[in-house]
């Protein structure tokens, strides 16, 4: 009823102009839906451009003008809604306009734990990422969050569909886990679906976020302090981060298709001796080339370039097929999404085979019932683990370091398995292996089959009294598979291995809640949320392991094949969590907000009389815009002040660490230490594992938060600010114990670390005109992480924990230069590795004695010299289009983290079998003395050193996408649409690390790729 007085009021108004159109020639009939929801707009305004005919839509949004001849722009506008401009070609077909709403930022309506919100009545701090980024073309929807929002940190690998890790607002735990709850379609995912089934020599693990095509979702919320956090508990202390997919809408269906086709190419390469430079610098130390004269080596050219070999520009291809719709009753979306992505490393790859169902329908006026279902099916092929004789981390070092004087292929075009400078255990004879040959032949594969759904029926008992009950669950079937042939690295000296591994996940989750709201007259509003929801995991697994083949044909497919079987294993875990939930909003005329959550969470990762955790937590904010001093204020559109604090808890140790636990010993192991013998044979037997604890119990995170909101010059500036303060107490470590338990560790609760910052995140409107629009998004944030209190007065854990100093830190030795002279080398103190001579020489490394002793060694001349983690992370993105042209570009950034570069250091040392940097060409030498690469000396010592401590800043292009909007309309179907894009990821990348890749770490690693890739969009 109140829609259609609107509708007559507005009629009213527009009467004369309607009246004056009824005299033109052509008539233009047309329809206006919310771009969202796909509800008639009632009552908008629809009038002709430089002229004073108009009328509005009716109460289905239909509207008809006429003018005097075509072509010709008419403009649409209503109160909440982006004004519009449209141009008409032709009067035959009815044209659709679809509104969106305006950028009124505080009357956002976003997802929160168990409900949504507006965000003018957010509490908590909660970041909202941007329809612009979730749009960009890539294969795994953590591509799009680093850089997207303030105090997010995202870290990824260079493998395809492997795990990724993120950080929100810091590390808050040593041993519980640091990675966020992951929310998708209201199914909690934090610790779940692992598909690490046992299989030590596969390397990369599938990421089950994975399973979810990045074009089926609609949102991604970021929730980062406690208000927002606390109604999940135990599990909200690294924050929340809620995905919601794409669901039907009512009206008219619709049909979008994408595909694209790419291809990729490793980020960077290194820049390694030539075989020349090579052969120098090995006859300089005495290796194999000593005997070469400078012709012999000047012919050597640049040799053979084994990284050049190993590395390809990879294929990429994405095909993402959806179907949407609804009427008053039923809405649905199915989507179907196939990709194939080629590694830059051959024998490298990962395919995705997804589908995914969105259901709701309204059974009977006050009963919905809802289905959302994801299945999917992931292969990945990825880098496999040398074993620990090889001498090598994977078969990527082993090609890295492989001299250039050996050539990659055999007289026949086959491998060449004759390096006559390879050493150890890969040499049998006259034969060795070929790291090639070992990454194309040795499979290394995971497989995982993902189903993830949510069942709900909401039933409203009386108006604004709703009850639900869902039932979610998340089950991963996982396989690893692995083979080395007997020419290959893994497979060499036990002729041949194969490995295969299997685990199965089952997580069912239930929820009861009841949620109820009401507006007490025009002043006060009220929202009470209670429940009660249960979550069970359960995980088995088994692997088998198989040696010394007949042949190399079999595979992983018949492990009896082999004449060696050693000790296969099983096992298993169970986790149970029950939890009482609620939550109060109240607002008080429009002004202020109050979020009360209070969460219960009874845990079976700990004893009985430690079993249950309560995690409370208050928020407050005042929309200060709505008050007499600002209300109208033409630049100040909105402003909100938001406060929080509260606990959130951690649980995420691993099943049954309360108990004690017992383990079988292994006969063939080698541990003479842990074997049981009766008479003459071994027997396997059972030794304790786990010491028990019943005091463990849950770390808990104290917090608070406060912030600000302001909209800005009629909505085209939106400014969030925080500041946040974080202490975790009771941090659940492993500590010393009495050696007579046999063993050496116990965990118990004891340590606390902080963790506080500030965040800004801005984005605007620079420009808005009907032709031309320029959007910007940029945040920056900054974290301070202490650890405050480790065990029993313990200064440290390990190197890289220590009290006082952030997560993550570097302990050292202080790189001092070069040795210059006799004098200076007579007074440097002399390293403890170097054990053939009793002092320093011209062209030695030196460094700094800390305690004065005359003797370099890392028990006395360690000092900490900064942290792996940065404390400064940042985004910036930005949207250009014109007319049907649009460019979206996005940057990541960090700063203030230090890098340990061990491929640098394993590389600039000198090897008279394998390969190094480049750098290694500027060593001292007595001519070349300005230098900072020391004198070619082999040394097997390994040593940590600021040497190779690098800078780890950088700013990425992470993603920028041209699209064009096709100016192509069929008669059949006036409402198709037609777009291409060309897009590209880690393009460039501003550093002054000197390692792969500065987000993938110092080491041998898989390296990053860019991307470039072209597609069409197909909608309907």
């Given at each position: 009823?109140?829609?259609?007085v609107?509708?007559?009021?507005?009629?009213?108004?527009?009467?004369?102009?309607?009246?004056?159109?009824?005299?033109?020639?052509?008539?233009?009939?047309?329809?206006?839906?919310?771009e969202?929801?796909?509800?008639?707009?009632?009552?908008?305004?629809v009038?002709?451009v430089g002229?004073?005919?108009?009328?509005?839509?009716?109460?289905k949004?239909?509207f008809?003008?006429?003018?005097?001849?075509?072509?010709?722009?008419i403009?649409?506008?209503?109160?909440?809604?982006?004004?519009q401009e449209?141009?008409i070609?032709?009067?035959?077909?009815p044209?659709?306009?679809q509104?969106?709403?305006?950028?009124?930022?505080?009357n956002?309506?976003v997802?929160?734990?168990?409900?949504t919100?507006?965000?003018?009545e957010?509490?908590?701090?909660?970041?909202?990422?941007?329809?612009?980024?979730?749009?960009q073309?890539?294969?795994?929807?953590?591509?799009?969050?680093?850089?997207?929002?303030?105090g997010?940190?995202?870290?990824?690998?260079?493998?395809?569909?492997?795990t990724?890790s993120?950080?929100?607002?810091?590390?808050n735990?040593?041993?519980?886990?640091?990675?966020?709850?992951?929310?998708?379609?209201?199914?909690?995912?934090?610790?779940s679906?692992?598909?690490?089934?046992?299989?030590?020599?596969?390397s990369?693990?599938?990421?089950?976020l994975?399973?979810?095509?990045?074009n089926?979702i609609?949102?991604?919320?970021?929730?980062?302090?406690?208000?927002?956090?606390?109604?999940?508990?135990?599990?909200?202390?690294?924050?929340?981060?809620?995905?919601?997919?794409?669901g039907?809408?009512?009206?008219?269906?619709?049909?979008?298709?994408?595909?694209?086709i790419?291809?990729q190419?490793?980020a960077?390469?290194l820049?390694?001796l030539n075989?020349?430079e090579?052969?120098?610098?090995?006859?300089?130390i005495g290796?194999?080339?000593?005997?070469?004269?400078?012709?012999?080596?000047?012919?050597?050219?640049n040799?053979?370039?084994w990284?050049?070999?190993v590395?390809?520009?990879?294929?990429t291809?994405s095909?993402?097929?959806?179907?949407?719709?609804?009427?008053?009753?039923?809405?649905?979306s199915?989507?179907g999404?196939f990709t194939?992505?080629?590694g830059?490393?051959?024998?490298?790859?990962?395919?995705?085979?997804?589908?995914?169902?969105?259901?709701e329908?309204?059974?009977?006026k006050?009963?919905?019932l809802s289905?959302?279902?994801?299945?999917?099916?992931?292969?990945?092929?990825?880098?496999?683990?040398?074993?620990?004789y090889a001498?090598?981390?994977?078969?990527?070092?082993?090609?890295?370091r492989?001299?250039?004087?050996?050539?990659?292929?055999?007289?026949?075009?086959?491998?060449?398995y004759?390096?006559r400078?390879?050493?150890?255990?890969?040499v049998?004879?006259?034969?060795?292996?070929?790291?090639?040959?070992?990454?194309?032949?040795?499979?290394?594969q995971?497989l995982?089959?993902?189903?993830?759904?949510?069942?709900?029926?909401?039933?409203?008992?009386?108006?604004?009294l709703?009850?639900?009950?869902?039932?979610?669950?998340?089950?991963?079937?996982?396989?690893?598979?692995?083979f080395?042939?007997?020419?290959?690295?893994?497979?060499?000296t036990?002729n041949?291995?194969a490995?295969?591994?299997?685990?199965?996940?089952?997580?069912?989750?239930?929820?009861?809640?009841?949620?109820?709201t009401k507006?007490?007259?025009?002043?006060?509003y009220?929202n009470?949320l209670?429940?009660?929801?249960a979550?069970?995991?359960?995980?088995q697994?088994?692997?088998?392991?198989?040696t010394?083949?007949?042949?190399d044909?079999?595979?992983?497919?018949?492990?009896?094949?082999?004449?060696?079987?050693?000790?296969?294993?099983?096992?298993?875990?169970?986790a149970?969590?029950?939890?009482?939930?609620?939550?109060?909003?109240?607002?008080?005329?429009?002004?202020?907000?109050?979020?009360?959550?209070f969460?219960?969470?009874?845990?079976?990762?700990?004893a009985?009389?430690?079993?249950?955790?309560?995690?409370p937590?208050?928020?407050?904010?005042?929309?200060?815009?709505?008050?007499?001093f600002?209300?109208?204020?033409?630049n100040?559109?909105q402003l909100?002040?938001?406060?929080?604090?509260?606990?959130?808890?951690?649980q995420?140790?691993g099943?049954?660490?309360?108990?004690?636990?017992?383990?079988?010993?292994?006969?063939?192991?080698?541990n003479?230490?842990?074997v049981?013998?009766?008479?003459?044979?071994?027997?396997?037997?059972?030794i304790?594992?786990?010491?028990e604890?019943?005091?463990l119990?849950?770390?808990?995170?104290a917090?608070?938060?406060?912030?600000?909101d302001?909209?800005?010059?009629?909505y085209?500036l939106?400014?969030?600010?925080d500041?946040y303060?974080?202490?975790?107490t009771?941090?659940?470590l492993?500590?010393?114990?009495?050696?007579?338990t046999?063993?050496?560790t116990?965990?118990?609760?004891?340590?606390?670390?902080?963790?506080?910052?500030?965040?800004?995140?801005?984005?605007?409107?620079i420009?808005?005109?009907r032709?031309?629009?320029w959007?910007?998004s940029?945040?920056?944030?900054?974290?301070?992480?202490?650890?405050?209190?480790?065990?029993?007065?313990?200064?440290?854990?390990?190197?890289s924990?220590?009290?006082?100093?952030?997560?993550?830190?570097?302990y050292?030795?202080?790189?001092?230069?070069?040795?210059?002279?006799?004098?200076e080398?007579?007074?440097?103190?002399?390293?403890s590795?170097?054990?053939?001579?009793?002092s320093?020489?011209?062209g030695?490394e030196?460094?700094?004695?800390?305690?004065?002793?005359?003797?370099?060694?890392?028990a006395?001349?360690?000092v900490?010299?900064?942290?792996?983690?940065?404390?400064?992370?940042?985004?910036?993105?930005?949207?250009?289009?014109?007319k049907?042209?649009?460019?979206?570009a996005?940057?990541?950034?960090?700063?203030g983290?230090?890098?340990?570069?061990?491929?640098?250091q394993?590389?600039?040392?000198?090897?008279?079998?394998?390969n190094?940097?480049?750098?290694?060409?500027?060593?001292w030498?007595?001519a070349n003395?300005?230098?900072?690469?020391?004198?070619?000396v082999?040394?097997?010592a390994?040593?940590?050193t600021?040497?190779?401590?690098?800078?780890?800043?950088?700013?990425?292009?992470?993603?920028?996408?041209?699209?064009?909007?096709?100016?192509?309309?069929?008669?059949?179907?006036?409402?198709?649409?037609?777009?291409?894009?060309?897009?590209g990821?880690?393009?460039?990348?501003?550093?002054?690390?000197?390692?792969?890749?500065?987000?993938?770490g110092?080491?041998?690693?898989?390296?990053i790729?860019?991307t470039?890739?072209?597609?069409?969009?197909l909608s309907?």
């Amino acid at each position: 009823m109140t829609k259609v007085v609107h509708f007559l009021l507005l009629a009213v108004i527009f009467f004369p102009f309607s009246a004056y159109a009824q005299g033109g020639d052509v008539k233009i009939n047309g329809r206006v839906l919310d771009e969202k929801t796909q509800e008639p707009v009632i009552g908008a305004g629809v009038s002709l451009v430089g002229a004073k005919e108009g009328t509005v839509s009716d109460v289905k949004g239909n509207f008809s003008l006429s003018v005097r001849s075509l072509p010709a722009t008419i403009s649409i506008d209503y109160l909440g809604y982006r004004k519009q401009e449209v141009d008409i070609y032709e009067s035959a077909e009815p044209v659709i306009i679809q509104l969106v709403e305006s950028a009124n930022f505080l009357n956002e309506v976003v997802v929160v734990g168990y409900g949504t919100q507006k965000r003018k009545e957010l509490t908590g701090a909660v970041t909202s990422i941007s329809k612009e980024t979730l749009s960009q073309p890539v294969v795994s929807f953590d591509n799009l969050l680093g850089g997207a929002a303030a105090g997010l940190n995202i870290t990824q690998g260079g493998q395809l569909g492997s795990t990724f890790s993120a950080r929100i607002r810091g590390g808050n735990s040593i041993n519980a886990g640091n990675e966020p709850l992951y929310v998708v379609d209201g199914v909690i995912l934090y610790g779940s679906g692992s598909t690490n089934a046992g299989v030590s020599r596969v390397s990369a693990n599938l990421n089950p976020l994975a399973a979810i095509s990045p074009n089926d979702i609609e949102s991604i919320q970021i929730l980062k302090d406690v208000s927002a956090t606390a109604i999940y508990g135990s599990r909200g202390s690294n924050g929340v981060i809620i995905i919601s997919t794409k669901g039907g809408r009512k009206g008219k269906d619709r049909i979008e298709y994408q595909y694209s086709i790419g291809w990729q190419q490793a980020a960077k390469t290194l820049d390694l001796l030539n075989a020349q430079e090579w052969a120098s610098l090995n006859r300089e130390i005495g290796g194999p080339a000593s005997a070469l004269t400078d012709v012999e080596i000047a012919a050597f050219g640049n040799g053979y370039d084994w990284q050049n070999e190993v590395l390809r520009t990879a294929a990429t291809q994405s095909h993402q097929a959806s179907f949407s719709g609804g009427d008053d009753k039923t809405r649905y979306s199915l989507s179907g999404n196939f990709t194939d992505q080629d590694g830059i490393l051959i024998n490298t790859n990962f395919k995705r085979y997804s589908g995914r169902l969105n259901l709701e329908r309204d059974v009977l006026k006050n009963l919905k019932l809802s289905l959302n279902l994801n299945a999917s099916k992931l292969n990945q092929n990825g880098l496999n683990a040398y074993p620990t004789y090889a001498g090598y981390g994977s078969s990527f070092e082993a090609v890295i370091r492989t001299s250039p004087l050996n050539p990659v292929y055999d007289a026949n075009g086959g491998y060449n398995y004759h390096n006559r400078y390879e050493k150890g255990d890969l040499v049998k004879g006259d034969v060795t292996t070929n790291a090639i040959s070992d990454l194309a032949n040795t499979t290394a594969q995971n497989l995982s089959d993902v189903l993830l759904g949510n069942f709900a029926a909401l039933y409203t008992i009386i108006p604004g009294l709703e009850l639900k009950i869902a039932a979610g669950t998340n089950i991963t079937n996982a396989t690893q598979n692995y083979f080395a042939p007997s020419y290959t690295a893994g497979g060499f000296t036990p002729n041949g291995y194969a490995s295969v591994g299997h685990r199965r996940t089952d997580i069912w989750q239930y929820e009861y809640t009841l949620n109820y709201t009401k507006q007490l007259n025009k002043d006060h509003y009220l929202n009470i949320l209670g429940g009660y929801t249960a979550q069970s995991a359960k995980s088995q697994y088994a692997t088998a392991t198989a040696t010394n083949f007949a042949n190399d044909q079999v595979l992983w497919y018949s492990l009896q094949s082999g004449n060696t079987r050693e000790a296969s294993s099983s096992g298993g875990s169970e986790a149970i969590l029950n939890s009482l939930i609620s939550r109060i909003n109240y607002t008080l005329k429009d002004r202020y907000n109050l979020t009360a959550t209070f969460r219960a969470d009874g845990s079976s990762r700990f004893a009985a009389n430690n079993k249950w955790g309560y995690f409370p937590s208050l928020g407050a904010s005042w929309n200060i815009n709505e008050e007499s001093f600002l209300k109208g204020n033409r630049n100040i559109n909105q402003l909100k002040l938001r406060a929080s604090f509260g606990t959130v808890g951690n649980q995420e140790i691993g099943d049954y660490k309360y108990e004690a636990l017992y383990g079988t010993t292994n006969p063939n192991d080698g541990n003479i230490n842990q074997v049981y013998s009766f008479g003459e044979q071994l027997a396997v037997g059972y030794i304790r594992t786990n010491l028990e604890n019943p005091d463990l119990k849950w770390e808990q995170t104290a917090a608070c938060n406060v912030g600000i909101d302001a909209s800005l010059f009629n909505y085209r500036l939106n400014i969030t600010a925080d500041a946040y303060y974080k202490k975790t107490t009771d941090l659940l470590l492993n500590t010393p114990t009495l050696s007579s338990t046999g063993l050496s560790t116990v965990l118990r609760n004891i340590g606390n670390i902080s963790n506080k910052g500030v965040e800004l995140e801005a984005n605007g409107t620079i420009i808005d005109r009907r032709n031309l629009k320029w959007n910007i998004s940029a945040n920056i944030a900054k974290n301070i992480n202490r650890v405050l209190e480790l065990a029993g007065g313990q200064k440290n854990i390990g190197n890289s924990i220590w009290v006082g100093q952030p997560l993550n830190a570097h302990y050292l030795i202080v790189y001092d230069g070069i040795i210059q002279t006799e004098e200076e080398a007579k007074n440097a103190a002399l390293p403890s590795w170097i054990k053939n001579k009793t002092s320093l020489e011209p062209g030695d490394e030196k460094f700094v004695d800390q305690n004065d002793d005359k003797v370099i060694d890392e028990a006395g001349d360690r000092v900490i010299l900064g942290t792996a983690t940065p404390d400064i992370t940042c985004g910036f993105s930005t949207t250009v289009s014109y007319k049907n042209l649009s460019l979206f570009a996005a940057f990541q950034g960090v700063s203030g983290n230090k890098i340990y570069n061990s491929l640098r250091q394993t590389l600039e040392q000198p090897n008279s079998s394998n390969n190094g940097l480049a750098t290694l060409t500027d060593r001292w030498t007595p001519a070349n003395r300005s230098t900072t690469i020391p004198k070619a000396v082999i040394t097997s010592a390994t040593y940590t050193t600021s040497r190779y401590l690098e800078d780890g800043a950088f700013l990425r292009l992470k993603n920028i996408t041209l699209s064009y909007l096709l100016p192509v309309k069929i008669a059949t179907a006036p409402s198709a649409k037609f777009s291409v894009f060309l897009s590209g990821q880690n393009l460039l990348t501003f550093t002054k690390f000197t390692g792969f890749d500065p987000e993938t770490g110092g080491g041998f690693g898989y390296p990053i790729a860019k991307t470039i890739s072209l597609g069409v969009n197909l909608s309907y």
